[in-house]
């Protein structure tokens, strides 16, 4: 074997998220691999860095086979403090390990997938990438990581970016830096994974070498079908609990109660105005072009006045239900019902949630608040100084809030996701008594309609409905 | 740059095309433009979603103006623009200390009753009195550090109408191109300028001659080989305004569709965008410029042509300061090297090695040969200036060598 021919030598090297593969002959595709293309623009062969593992199994046999591929560091944990896990985290960990370190875990919201992922992280012991969907989480997987391996994270997002063996992100940083961060990471974690498989997010997982790979999720169904690529992305289901088996042991019971609010009479008129407007403007459309619709008018609004008067229509119309006054009576008797216990009010947006601050003088958690405000707030929350909480989607997923036995829903989406997300948030297992969800609606509107497809969520199976 | 949200496109028959204000039709959108400078120019200290009202307010009662077009106004008025951003967080702090204080109150009512006592407006009274302030003082200072409640501090602005309005059209075309996956150049000139501002934007290229100075150029990213993707729009549209400031070429980009079909966005230096980079300097330096105009178009049967050629392999590129190109056929580039350093003279010699195939010849000042130096041939020296003489008399060496 000529170990010294140095025109023979084949070198493998790592390219903004692609793998080259330098001195293998352009007439042979190696090792008859569908996954690499010849790029003339280099002269070499090139592949994505999701395939950098068995590449190097194929390669390794080559004697001449250099890897210039920069190698994950492995990470020692300053102070391991992590709790004993429940019998279904262990049993997550074990089938995650057995499955070749690749693999994705269910498990509903409040039953500690946090901790199996810390657990993983503790014995795998290799520089790790953690990808979270919002700044929050983010930075509560770094105070995660801090208490529970002792470990200070490097932080890439929130106009941060400082890379370490053991890193968290977000996945809109994720995936703009992962053509320079790529390389080096042996362990990728994906909280909520359902948010990986978007056309570009999933460039997170695509342009890694990283060999292992944990999702964690809820919900891993996305209503655009591109879940099943999360097998490609991270690696099979390899621990599903379902939803039933949390219910009632980690989390607690809890009633559903909906109160539809009507709106007031200058807002009934405004609605009632605008809905006219465009139903006066679609029907004027139908006459000359049969099936015309939204989309249609949309598109429109460039070129017409009155269709662009029948879009803001429309706007008005959702903002006067997001925002109708009523909501904050009701509200008001929510505050008064459940005085003396902490309670969550969830909101649809950044203004309804400055209206409902200033109203009731109570803090709020928007996606702008800043870290320490944040602490200061919830720790606020959690010793009882705030009754109240006000936050934005901001709080839909994962981030832990202190015990909360009351949550409100106020507007927001009808999404099956999101609905079993808001309930995670308020069913955490603090003692036996009852949780209870309100949602307050707008009557006669089409807020009614989001609030039944939420209810059609299995998470609201068996929950009480009540009309107040 | 607009963010995506502010982009508007339209798509005909597979093409792409991205809102443009054109100089007749929109005659009256001068007016606006001004209208819309003066509002931020007067409005010191306003808020930002103040200013962004007023300025839709302007286009209320026009027909022909989308509203991500009074988005897209905002926004580039907003680049131009500094705010009150609260690094101190003033707000958060009054925010904790008016919360904490209203906590005990908790649940401020609308109107007392047996149970509840605390009135919502007395409370708040209450507060501004411990403060010491008026109450809708505090209340405007609770989310002054949110974005839409920000204060405009300074607004540097546009030159003019005219300058805001062609940015715009430039800031549209390159959201357009943030959904681009490939870019196709056919240029004729402006070489250097087009290649280091694709490489500055970090893009690979695909070179190929069509004709004598007529090249190919395709643009894309490592990644583009193997998939699609969009990872290089922003890439893209950076790269956009050196395009602008060239001339000669024509362009046409592939752009994902929201309904997953492909369609090209297609442009020349004909279409009237005016870049905000400078157009490229005609020469690099006074020696070329010198003996571009004593050359003269043509000389002895040798026709001049400024940066004509691009010589690549891979992703190395050279495109040399000048090409001679004799009527009988055969052609020589020449590059001048004007400033010089050893590592810059060296550097140069290396490219031009890795292109030996090539009728290459350098002119290099006498100042960097040692005097002991043995000449070579596709060398040519000069003191102050380059002497027409002694590159005709090189040329013709390298016209026998070929003949």
Not at chain 2, 68 to 92: E, H, M, Q, W
């Amino acid at each position: 074997m000529d170990f010294e021919g140095k025109n023979e030598q084949i070198i493998l090297k790592w390219d903004e998220g692609t793998l080259l593969l330098d001195g293998w002959p352009r007439d042979n595709t190696p090792y008859n691999m569908g996954i690499w293309r010849w790029d003339s623009r280099v002269g070499n062969w090139r592949c994505d860095a999701i395939y950098y593992q068995r590449i190097k199994e194929k390669l390794s046999q080559t004697a001449n086979f250099r890897d210039e591929v920069m190698q994950p560091a492995s990470v020692h944990w300053p102070k391991v403090d992590l709790p004993t896990l429940r019998p279904e985290q262990s049993e997550a960990l074990d089938s995650w390990t057995q499955s070749g370190r690749r693999g994705q875990v269910i498990m509903p919201t409040g039953t500690g997938k946090t901790e199996v992922a810390l657990a993983v992280m503790a014995e795998t012991k290799t520089a790790t990438l953690v990808v979270a969907p919002v700044r929050d989480l983010m930075y509560q997987w770094h105070r995660k990581i801090l208490k529970g391996l002792g470990y200070d994270a490097g932080i890439v997002g929130d106009n941060t970016f400082n890379i370490r063996p053991v890193t968290v992100t977000t996945y809109d940083s994720a995936y703009i830096h992962i053509s320079r961060i790529g390389a080096g990471f042996g362990l990728l974690v994906f909280d909520e994974e359902h948010h990986l498989p978007g056309r570009c997010r999933r460039e997170a997982a695509i342009l890694s070498t990283a060999s292992m790979r944990l999702g964690l999720t809820a919900t891993p169904e996305r209503s655009d079908g591109l879940h099943k690529d999360l097998d490609f992305l991270i690696g099979p289901v390899v621990y599903n609990m379902p939803f039933r088996r949390a219910k009632g042991s980690t989390l607690a019971d809890f009633d559903v109660i909906r109160i539809p609010v009507a709106l007031n009479d200058e807002e009934q008129q405004v609605y009632s105005q605008c809905s006219r407007i465009i139903r006066e403007y679609i029907v004027s459309q139908r006459e000359e072009k049969p099936g015309y619709n939204w989309q249609e008018l949309c598109k429109e609004t460039g070129k017409d006045p009155k269709a662009r008067h029948a879009q803001k229509a429309y706007h008005l119309k959702t903002s006067i239900e997001s925002r109708a006054g009523e909501k904050l009576r009701v509200l008001e008797d929510i505050f008064r019902l459940h005085n003396g216990q902490p309670t969550l009010v969830f909101v649809g947006s950044n203004a309804m949630a400055i209206e409902v601050s200033k109203r009731f003088l109570a803090p709020t958690i928007l996606s702008h608040t800043g870290k320490k405000e944040r602490l200061a707030v919830l720790d606020g929350f959690a010793r009882g100084l705030f009754k109240v909480l006000v936050a934005n989607q901001v709080l839909d997923e994962g981030v832990d809030v202190p015990e909360a036995k009351i949550g409100v829903v106020i507007g927001g989406q009808g999404s099956t996701r999101q609905a079993k997300q808001r309930l995670g948030r308020i069913l955490r297992k603090n003692g036996g008594s009852q949780a209870t969800l309100y949602e307050v609606v707008c009557e006669n509107t089409k807020e009614v309609h989001r609030s039944r497809s939420r209810r059609r969520s299995d998470a609201y199976e068996r929950t009480i409905h009540r009309r107040v | 740059m607009l963010t995506s949200e502010q982009s508007i496109v339209e798509f005909k028959a597979a093409q792409v095309y991205p809102d443009k204000l054109k100089r007749n039709a929109h005659r009256h959108y001068f007016e606006f433009a001004e209208q819309m400078l003066s509002i931020y120019a007067n409005g010191i200290g306003q808020q930002r979603r103040q200013l962004h009202k007023q300025v839709e307010k302007l286009f209320q009662d026009e027909a022909d103006c989308p509203i991500r077009r009074i988005d897209a106004f905002c926004k580039l008025l907003d680049d131009k623009s500094v705010y009150y951003t609260d690094p101190d967080g003033n707000a958060a702090r009054l925010r904790l200390q008016v919360f904490s204080k209203a906590a005990q109150f908790h649940p401020l009512v609308s109107q007392r009753d047996q149970l509840f006592e605390h009135v919502e407006n007395d409370i708040k009274h209450k507060i501004a009195k411990e403060l010491e302030r008026p109450w809708d003082e505090i209340e405007q200072g609770l989310y002054a550090d949110v974005m839409e409640y920000q204060r405009l501090k300074e607004f540097e602005g546009y030159s003019g109408a005219s300058e805001f309005l062609s940015r715009y059209n430039v800031a549209q075309l390159q959201a357009a191109l943030y959904k681009a996956q490939t870019m196709r150049i056919w240029a004729s000139g402006d070489f250097k300028t087009i290649l280091r501002y694709a490489k500055l934007a970090r893009l690979l290229h695909e070179i190929k001659r069509i004709g004598p100075s007529q090249y190919e150029m395709v643009l894309s990213g490592p990644l583009s080989v193997l998939h699609e993707t969009r990872r290089y729009g922003i890439s893209f549209a950076r790269f956009l305004p050196a395009l602008l400031a060239c001339k000669g070429w024509r362009m046409s980009a592939t752009i994902k569709t929201p309904w997953n079909g492909t369609a090209r966005l297609s442009l020349s230096d004909k279409d009237g965008f005016s870049s905000y980079l400078p157009q490229p300097d005609e020469f690099d330096s006074s020696v070329e410029e010198a003996f571009a105009k004593e050359f003269g178009g043509e000389r002895d049967g040798w026709q001049l042509i400024r940066e004509g050629e691009i010589l690549h392999e891979n992703q190395t590129t050279f495109v040399p300061d000048f090409v001679f190109r004799h009527k009988d056929g055969p052609e020589v580039l020449m590059e001048i090297i004007g400033f010089w350093t050893p590592e810059y003279l060296a550097h140069r010699r290396e490219t031009v090695r890795r292109f030996r195939d090539c009728n290459i010849l350098l002119a290099i000042p006498e100042s960097s040969l040692k005097s002991d130096v043995v000449k070579a041939k596709d060398i040519v020296t000069y003191k102050k200036a380059l002497a027409i003489k002694s590159v005709v008399e090189a040329l013709c060496e390298f016209k026998i060598k070929v003949d």
